[in-house]
């Protein structure tokens, strides 16, 4: 019955319970029907996995003491730890998924703001349009100040929306029954993909150099296009920096509720 309770209490499945200690989940199964008692290494290593004493899971007394004293210890603790339901688990991650986008994009223009100063700057110095470098430059500038702007808001608007959760510290919660298991579920549904956008994110970084390069050879005296080029690899170094930061946000937002 404790095994049964310590694991549902957990999230874990019997298999999942069974990887833990090395042994089948069939292994796991037979001790909780009572078909079979586990020897004392197993129960042993249970203790350390459910974080209790071989007391506790060995002797029926110790069980009433043991809630007798977790009880009094709550009772007195001034900062006894919230309690964080299934509904609370799911608003935190959708708040986390909404602001790691919003600070992806935040870093993302932060990127690219200096796209718009060095084109229309390129573009007035080529004398195929009708403004001046001078004023290319001038709208240029301001253009990414306001491209900065809208960054910068978008940070603090993310920051805004987490604020409501900044009592989610370590050691300040608990989480009910089933949160785990959901968390621990969604990790595993996601796991290939985060590696992905991890993996796709950093080669993109690393390889955005490549159209600058290219239009520094085959276009030496057109700053025009040197220009495109540098514009494609600032581009290409936002799309990669938004994947990685967007997705290692919502992973931590995972691991924090399984602390």
Not at 161 to 190: A, H, I, P, W
Not at 235 to 245: D, E, L
Request: glycine share 8%; aromatic share 8%.
């Amino acid at each position: 019955d404790k095994i049964i309770e310590l694991r549902k209490k957990n999230g874990w499945s019997q298999e999942e319970l069974g990887e833990q200690l090395g042994v089948s989940r069939q292994a796991v199964s037979k001790w909780e029907s009572m078909q079979t008692i586990p020897d004392i290494n197993k129960i042993i290593a249970m203790a350390e996995v459910f974080g209790v004493s071989t007391d506790y899971l060995l002797k029926d007394e110790i069980e009433t003491a043991q809630k007798e004293e977790t009880t009094e210890k709550t009772v007195n603790n001034d900062t006894a730890k919230r309690v964080v339901t299934m509904e609370d688990a799911n608003e935190y991650l959708s708040a986390v998924r909404t602001a790691s986008k919003g600070i992806g994009a935040g870093l993302f223009l932060f990127c690219v703001s200096p796209v718009a100063a060095i084109t229309l700057y390129s573009l007035g110095e080529s004398g195929n349009v009708s403004f001046s470098i001078e004023q290319g430059a001038m709208f240029g500038t301001i253009l990414q100040v306001l491209i900065l702007a809208a960054a910068v808001i978008l940070f603090i608007l993310s920051g805004v929306r987490l604020s409501k959760f900044s009592n989610l510290k370590k050691d300040t919660f608990e989480t009910e029954y089933g949160v785990d298991g959901m968390v621990k579920e969604l990790m595993k549904q996601q796991e290939q993909s985060h590696l992905l956008k991890i993996i796709i994110g950093v080669a993109l970084c690393f390889v955005s150099v490549i159209p600058l390069m290219a239009c520094s050879m085959f276009a030496v005296e057109n700053d025009l296009v040197i220009a495109i080029g540098g514009s494609l690899m600032l581009i290409m170094i936002g799309i990669g920096i938004y994947m990685v930061v967007q997705d290692c946000i919502k992973w931590k937002g995972f691991k924090k509720l399984l602390r």
